[in-house]
């Protein structure tokens, strides 16, 4: 078969191979638990269900217009300008299926081929699949321990060329839980401003935060022109399978990202999204309890890890990852996942499946039970002992 050159260039998601690899195990009777997952292991709150089923049977089965639903992006407009401190209409709110089509469809719209893009490394994969698939050049600035998983504003300025067209921030961060600070997101919003770039905000765990509040480089004078913000339902609602997020930019950026959907998904489902008027608009009780079990999830899964001989972990600050440190064990990571999988039947994630500034490191979700937690990780302190 004769493929399009861009193929070769397109990566992907290895968790979703970790899973498919863990499940095979679990079909010849293998016990797994799982910690490579990212998405919450909570229901969907009560009440979003039940308007997911009210919308079905009222006969919300139609298409709608690509970039939404009116009202929900009016709800979406609301919540954006109440939590960020910005003014934003519903005009300037694409609703896509997933958070994840924003990305491709920011990075479509903005990048030109050989055009440079900055993305965080490590750093949720799909940036720099995206970002190579069309033709760009994605040049990673690189997330370390030390800062606590921060970026770095200095070497960022010396990453900055004539060409950089866009920016990517996530914060509260995947798959390091790193969180930017107010000060962090400044000097990034003086780069942009000072060298004309955009700014891709990933804000998808906006909500899942552990210390102080949400930041968003949106909010800085003259930022929210240049900046599309993230976001969705797939994490703060335990909603992964409804496939419903949306980007928030100036409206005739606005218009063309509708016109990308138009031309790939047409629309978002229409009673996923009357659902999700319920979940901005609706009680909130669900989502604190979720944030407040993850916290302790956090303080179980650091303290267990770093009571292993020679793995060490910081605590993050946001998300349900940890990144724990695994240098001192001398393996390389793909290979150390491999054995924690087969041998000790726990999945995680190795570092370099967010790039190349990972390895030495495996990502664990604790997005599972703390019993779950407190029986991977013994194994996990079982497994290494066989390493010598
Ligand atoms: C940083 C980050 N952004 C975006 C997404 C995509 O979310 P969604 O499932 O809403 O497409 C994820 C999902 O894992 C993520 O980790």
Not at 208 to 221: D, L, V, W
Not at 302 to 328: D, H, M, Q, W
């Amino acid at each position: 078969m004769r493929l399009a050159d861009r193929m070769s260039r397109l990566g992907t998601e290895t968790a979703f191979e970790v899973l498919a690899k863990a499940r095979k195990l679990e079909a010849k009777g293998k016990h797994i638990i799982h910690l490579e997952i990212g998405e919450p292991d909570f229901d969907t709150p009560r009440n979003v269900v039940e308007a997911g089923i009210k919308a079905l049977n009222e006969g919300y089965t139609h298409y709608n217009p690509s970039a939404g639903v009116a009202q929900l992006r009016e709800t979406v407009a609301k919540e954006i300008s109440r939590t960020r401190k910005i003014e934003v209409n519903a005009d300037q709110v694409v609703i896509t299926p997933g958070g994840k089509p924003i990305m491709f469809f920011a990075i479509l719209a903005l990048v030109n081929e050989g055009d440079e893009v900055i993305y965080p490394n490590p750093g949720f994969p799909i940036y720099e699949s995206m970002i190579n698939f069309i033709g760009g050049k994605a040049v990673p600035i690189q997330l370390r321990e030390e800062n606590d998983f921060r970026l770095d504003t200095d070497e960022l300025k010396k990453l900055v060329s004539d060409k950089t067209r866009l920016i990517i921030v996530n914060s509260p961060q995947n798959p390091t839980g790193g969180v930017l600070t107010e000060g962090d997101l400044k000097a990034i919003a003086d780069i942009a401003l000072e060298r004309d770039i955009f700014v891709l905000s990933d804000e998808i765990y906006s909500r899942i935060i552990y210390e102080g509040s949400h930041h968003s480089i949106a909010s800085f004078p003259g930022m929210q022109e240049r900046t599309i913000i993230l976001d969705g339902f797939s994490k703060t609602f335990a909603m992964t399978g409804w496939r419903m997020g949306y980007g928030v930019m100036r409206e005739d950026l606005a218009v063309l990202v509708a016109k990308l959907q138009t031309n790939s998904n047409s629309c978002t489902a229409t009673f996923t999204q009357m659902a999700g008027i319920q979940a901005l608009a609706g009680p909130q009780g669900e989502v604190d309890k979720m944030v407040a079990e993850f916290r302790k999830r956090r303080d179980v899964v650091v303290g267990g890890l770093n009571a292993i001989p020679r793995i060490s972990c910081r605590t993050p600050k946001g998300a349900f990852y940890v990144f724990p440190n695994v240098k001192e064990i001398g393996w390389e990571v793909r290979k150390l996942s491999d054995y924690l999988l087969n041998e000790a039947g726990v999945a995680v994630l190795f570092g370099t499946s967010f790039g190349k500034y990972g390895e030495g490191y495996i990502r664990i979700s604790y997005a599972n039970s703390v019993e779950n937690i407190k029986e991977g990780l013994s194994r996990i302190g079982k497994a290494m002992q066989n390493i010598k």
